[in-house]
């Protein structure tokens, strides 16, 4: 199974999780990590944790944004592990394909099929196209 972490300010991972549940149903294989209460090194700590317990999974990792804390982890966790892909932006449409398409899609062509669901679910609402 490809697990997704979802590394977030606040609580926006455990709520976007949440929510596609009640979009999807319930799944597991997804984990909602905040950096309430931690520091860049805690943060990364608990991520390479959580990876390093599930070693027969593969793993995507989401984070909210790049410019923010939970993106510098991020980007040091990719620096570190470079065979996890990290994927800044995470937004509802994002979770939802990967979840449809974790299962579906060869690995190395899985972040492409998010990312291109993210960009796409990004647009001016327009009522003569919709």
Same mark, same amino acid.
């Given at each position: 199974?490809?697990v997704g972490i979802v590394?977030?300010h606040?609580?926006l991972g ?8 009640g979009v999807?149903?319930?799944f597991s294989?997804c984990?909602?990590v905040?950096?309430l209460?931690k520091?860049?090194?805690? #943060?990364?700590?608990?991520i390479g944790?959580?990876i390093?317990?599930? $070693?027969?999974? *593969?793993?995507?990792?989401? &984070?909210?944004f #790049?410019g923010?804390?939970?993106g510098?982890v991020?980007?040091?966790l $990719?620096?570190? *592990?470079g065979?996890?892909p &990290?994927i800044?932006?995470?937004n ?9 398409k974790r299962?579906?899609v060869?690995?190395d062509?899985?972040?492409?099929e998010i990312?291109?669901?993210?960009h796409h679910?990004i647009?001016?609402f ?5």
């Amino acid at each position: 199974m490809v697990v997704g972490i979802v590394v977030t300010h606040g609580n926006l991972g455990e709520e976007l999780i949440e929510t596609a549940k009640g979009v999807y149903g319930d799944f597991s294989g997804c984990i909602a990590v905040t950096n309430l209460g931690k520091s860049p090194k805690a #943060l990364l700590d608990e991520i390479g944790a959580l990876i390093d317990a599930q $070693k027969d999974s *593969r793993h995507i990792v989401f &984070v909210d944004f #790049l410019g923010g804390s939970c993106g510098h982890v991020c980007m040091k966790l $990719k620096v570190e *592990r470079g065979d996890i892909p &990290v994927i800044a932006g995470v937004n509802l449409p994002m979770l939802l394909a990967f979840l449809n398409k974790r299962d579906v899609v060869p690995f190395d062509g899985l972040p492409g099929e998010i990312i291109g669901r993210g960009h796409h679910s990004i647009q001016m609402f327009d009522p003569e196209n919709f």
